[in-house]
């Protein structure tokens, strides 16, 4: 399975969209880009997926560049409810799947 | 509606013993995963199982074990539970490409 890098920590203000990128270089072509979110200690929550096209849903946006080797998750309007620590990961369209997690990032909403 | 249950929530333990801890599932999923999650750490897989029979080491397997008797559990073993394990303990569930569930974790004192 392909590693990501994402960055430890950022901040966003109340309201504003929050960007988190996500770097996946060695991606292989029946990868998927999946993103999830731990709030506190909680287990974590699933928020979207994606193999090449961008993807939208009720809770955020996926944005993978042409060459897949990179991503962006985009939570529009961001609350303080969205204070979490999201996980990028890779994972093969199959059942057989080892699912391996990274550090995440440390996302701090601002009032 | 479906879900994954871990028990028990919390557990306190003595070095040396043997710990179980349960995992079940009713999304009648054959991919389950254990993962431990240290302080401020992202989560570290310890096992996981693709089927009844069927169980893989994952990146910190020492000292525990898994066995995959139904499709519904996923119980893992401490043998000889050590202070190092002390950790928050999250298993999840997945069938093909679908988004990982995740129970709500089991904490461990290992005194």
């Known amino acids: 399975d392909a590693k990501t890098t994402q960055p430890p920590s950022m901040d966003c203000a109340e309201g504003r969209a929050a960007n988190l990128p996500c770097n996946h270089s060695?991606?292989?072509?029946?990868?998927?880009v999946y993103w999830y979110r731990q709030i506190h200690s909680q287990g974590p929550q699933y928020i979207i997926h994606?193999?090449?096209n961008n993807e939208t849903n009720e809770m955020a946006s996926l944005i993978i560049t042409e060459d897949r080797k990179s991503s962006t998750l985009i939570l529009p309007h961001a609350t303080l409810r969205d204070t979490a620590v999201y996980y990028c990961?890779?994972?093969?369209?199959?059942?057989?799947?080892?699912?391996?997690f990274g550090s995440g990032t440390r996302l701090s909403i601002r009032p | 509606d479906a879900e994954i249950t871990q028990s028990p929530r919390h557990k306190i333990t003595e070095t040396g013993r043997q710990v179980t801890l349960a995992c079940h599932q009713t999304?009648?999923?054959?991919?389950m995963f254990w993962y431990r999650q240290d302080l401020g750490h992202g989560l570290r897989l310890i096992h996981y199982?693709?089927?009844?029979?069927?169980?893989n080491k994952g990146e910190v397997s020492d000292g525990y074990s898994v066995s995959r008797s139904n499709t519904e559990d996923l119980p893992l073993t401490l043998e000889s539970a050590a202070s190092s394990q002390t950790s928050v303990y999250f298993c999840?569930?997945?069938?093909?490409?679908?988004?990982?569930?995740f129970g709500n974790g089991t904490r461990l004192t290992v005194t």
């Open positions: 999840a569930s997945s069938d093909g490409n679908s988004p990982l569930h």
């Open positions: 060695t991606i292989s072509g029946n990868e998927y």
């Open positions: 994606g193999l090449k």
């Open positions: 990961i890779v994972r093969e369209y199959s059942s057989a799947s080892k699912i391996i």
């Open positions: 999304w009648n999923h054959n991919n």
């Open positions: 199982s693709y089927g009844v029979q069927d169980t």
